[in-house]
């Protein structure tokens, strides 16, 4: 399922931007994606020097636990608070 991805963001980026305006939700879509995939490598370089090797897994973790808890899903995918009975 991990190859969804991308389709879905880049559908979902399109379907809620303001009509005549889908080009520029995209195009910053893709370039704060890029931009990621650069700085993300070069700040987890220095943390790693700095700290060593086992700070860099400590540091994806807590990125990784932060990004969960942002968008709120819990681990069965239902959004946190809205759970059936």
Not at 19 to 42: D, F, I, K, Q, W
């Amino acid at each position: 399922m991990a190859c969804c991805g991308q389709p879905l963001i880049t559908l979902i980026t399109f379907r809620n931007s303001i009509a005549g305006r889908s080009g520029e939700s995209l195009g910053l879509r893709y370039a704060v994606a890029n931009l990621t995939s650069v700085v993300g490598p070069v700040i987890l370089g220095i943390i790693g020097s700095a700290l060593g090797l086992l700070s860099i897994f400590w540091t994806s973790a807590v990125m990784l636990g932060t990004g969960g808890k942002l968008t709120g899903s819990g681990a069965d995918g239902q959004k946190a608070g809205k759970r059936s009975s």
